[in-house]
């Protein structure tokens, strides 16, 4: 089993940055593709953006692209996303989730282990 907690969300306004962490407690981080997701009052719950297992590969939902980044930390166990020139519509809870040897592509179904999620509010 594999648990996920996220941290750094909170309330910015338009225009400013947060940066969302996700901790693993997965012996073998490394194998694992991570994405964040979010879901906003009243809408199913959407990816934002996915790093590959193998580190190499990138996948960003075409709303945050050269907005948001998201990284890893195989030192410390640690997917990060770092959330630049916020806009109201990013008001959501945002979600890491985890998926050994998963695809970019892979559907939020085949997700098997999610974090708690974490408040991100854009409001000014």
């Known amino acids: 089993q594999v648990q996920l907690v996220e941290s750094g969300g909170g309330r910015v306004q338009p225009g400013g940055s947060l940066r969302l962490s996700c901790k693993s407690s997965a012996r073998t981080f490394s194998t694992y593709t991570m994405g964040w997701f979010r879901q906003a009052p009243g809408k199913g719950r959407e990816p934002v953006a996915v790093?590959?297992?193998?580190?190499?590969?990138?996948n960003y939902t075409d709303s945050v692209k050269d907005r948001f980044t998201i990284s890893r930390d195989l030192r410390t166990n640690t997917a990060n996303l770092q959330m630049n020139n916020l806009r109201p519509d990013d008001t959501a809870i945002y979600y890491c989730a985890a998926n050994q040897y998963g695809s970019r592509s892979a559907p939020i179904g085949d997700y098997p282990y999610w974090g708690q999620g974490t408040q991100v509010t854009v409001s000014s």
């Open positions: 790093i590959h297992w193998r580190g190499f590969g990138v």
